[in-house]
């Protein structure tokens, strides 16, 4: 069965569900929504719904029949959670996905965004990563399971397309932060991690800093209000099944990220080196030439994005 509204885009009047509306993504999702002028956004706390449960969500979408989801719920974290944790972030991750595509497809939802990583590439990826480079080569084994999920999760809405005519698209996002974003040094993502370390090194007069790794790995960093910018884009712009890179095309390596983030926070001491912890992949910069050709780019540089986080971090985290 084609779905017979398939070529209709996005429209402020539609019924949007927001799936992990409390994350990093999902709340700066909620905000631009909001500010963009789409009235009927439809979100669940955990407590109310809990994603991984496939009858109650099954069960809530029957219910509230949303004309548009993004899902944006996951189990995330950066390099010593995935690492630890790989039961939980690939079946937590299976199980939430699953949930919610199915639901989407079976109570009639339009337009289905599907959010991925840029973990699902090879770890000896060309670089930058271009899309096609899905499934080419072994994966980096600290992210593997989270990576298989997401790549479960991109088949899955493939997989609707192709065989029901299904509108849903995927999106691969770089490494993300912003406002909301998990700051606990052991489960948190380098640049959250790092803004911490530096605001505590500074606040207690330290000399000097622990990094994990070697700093030498290198990294692409897009500030979550751009993500959201570009996934609004594609909800009203692209119909098409193959998944797109979101990134700002430029990377850094972990010893200039920890630098650029001390002179933000103002913090003056020395770089220290825990060469115990993993580098994980050597290098993630994908190649975002498509959403480039189709019509979208970046705005925030990393210096003014990290300033607007520690802002944000100041307000909220301290
Ligand atoms: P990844 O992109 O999946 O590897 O996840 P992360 O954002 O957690 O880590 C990126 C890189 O930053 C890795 O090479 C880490 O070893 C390095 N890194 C340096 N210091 C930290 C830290 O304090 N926390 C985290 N999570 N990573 C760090």
Redesign the pocket.
């Known amino acids: 069965m084609l779905n017979e509204t398939l070529s209709r885009s996005v429209e402020k009047t539609d019924k949007i569900f927001v799936a992990g509306h409390r994350g990093l993504v999902g709340s700066a999702l909620v905000r631009k929504l909001q500010q963009d002028g789409f009235a009927e956004l439809l979100v669940r706390d955990r407590s109310q719904l809990d994603l991984r449960n496939e009858a109650d969500v099954g069960r809530f979408f029957e219910q509230e029949k949303p004309a548009v989801v993004v899902l944006a719920a996951a189990k995330v974290g950066?390099?010593?959670a995935?690492n630890d944790l790989p039961v939980e972030f690939l079946h937590e991750n299976l199980q939430m996905q699953n949930s919610v595509i199915r639901a989407a497809y079976e109570s009639g939802v339009r337009k289905l965004l599907f959010l991925g990583s840029s973990?699902i590439y090879p770890k000896h990826a060309p670089q930058p990563i271009p899309e096609s480079a899905l499934l080419t080569g072994a994966l980096?084994p600290?992210?593997e399971a989270y990576a298989i999920a997401k790549i479960a999760g991109i088949k899955l809405c493939q997989a609707y397309v192709r065989e029901y005519g299904a509108n849903f698209i995927s999106a691969m996002p770089t490494?993300l932060y912003g406002p909301n974003d998990n700051f606990d040094?052991l489960s948190?993502?380098?640049?959250p991690?790092?803004l911490r370390?530096a605001h505590t090194a500074k606040q207690e007069g330290n000399r000097e800093l622990?990094?994990?790794?070697s700093?030498q790995?290198r990294?692409e960093f897009l500030h979550v209000d751009d993500l959201v910018a570009a996934c609004i884009f594609l909800l009203e712009k692209y119909d098409s099944p193959e998944i797109v890179n979101i990134g700002c095309g430029e990377d850094i390596s972990?010893q200039k990220l920890?630098e650029l983030i001390c002179d933000v926070v103002g913090f003056r001491g020395e770089l220290a080196w825990d060469t115990t912890?993993?580098?994980?992949?050597p290098r993630?910069l994908l190649d975002v030439s498509k959403i480039h050709a189709l019509g979208w780019r970046h705005r925030i540089e990393l210096r003014e994005g990290i300033a607007r986080t520690y802002e944000w971090f100041l307000r909220n985290k301290t």
């Open positions: 950066g390099i010593k995935n973990c980096e600290t992210n490494n040094l948190s993502h380098v640049l991690a790092l370390k622990v990094v994990w790794g700093g790995p990294r972990i920890a912890k993993p580098d994980g992949t993630k």
